[in-house]
């Protein structure tokens, strides 16, 4: 399967929340043994809506919005090896430093892979999982989330999967089995 979304400042903004949403849902369900996050900028946006209390999957995460960081270290908690390549920009900072302070609060380092490269070379974005691979124009920020117009596209075919896989772990690092 492929779904291209086409976002706009005003149109489907939530299409692509929701389709991060149920993709890192499903994650948490039944995690992939690694996930890559590629984006040059990345902070730590809201992934999951659980303000109505609906998701039991982390430890006081009733009402509240869960982001990328927290929602990469359960999954790393629950067995998948996580790697976050993005670029030196000095605004990405904040991400990485919550990020590897959660990993290191869970004693999970050994799990985490970080890649950070010059700015002015890496452009690629992209999410990947076992079962499927998000790629577009769109950095993993509030701005990319919530502002800027977007092609995202998601693949669930076996071969793009892979494909997709390959090329991350050979580039990036990563298990993949």
């Known amino acids: ?10 149109q489907a903004n939530q299409e692509v929340i929701r389709m991060l949403e149920a993709l890192f849902v499903a994650e948490l369900a039944s995690p992939s043994h690694c996930l890559w996050v590629v984006s040059p900028w990345i902070s730590d946006v809201p992934l ?8 039991d999957l982390f430890l006081d995460s009733d009402w509240r919005k869960i982001g990328l960081s927290e929602v990469l270290v359960e999954l790393c908690s629950r067995g998948s090896q996580i790697v976050v390549a993005t670029t030196d920009d000095p605004s ?17 380092n050994d799990r985490l892979i970080v890649k950070v490269g010059p700015a ?9 999982g076992n079962d499927f691979v998000v790629s577009g124009s769109m950095n993993f ?15 669930t075919d076996p ?18 089995q």
């Open 159 to 176: 071969g793009d999967v892979e494909d997709a896989r390959l090329f991350l772990s050979n580039t990036y690092g990563g298990d993949l």
């Open 92 to 108: 990405n900072k904040p991400f990485l430093e919550t990020l590897r302070r959660l990993f290191y609060e869970r004693d999970l």
């Open 48 to 55: 999951i809506d659980n303000a109505t209390g609906d998701y």
């Open 141 to 155: 920020t509030f701005r990319g989330l919530f502002v800027r117009d977007e092609t995202i596209e998601l693949k």
């Open 120 to 128: 002015s070379i890496e452009h690629r974005k992209l999410i990947a």
């Open 1 to 10: 399967m492929n779904r291209v979304i086409y976002k706009a400042r005003d």
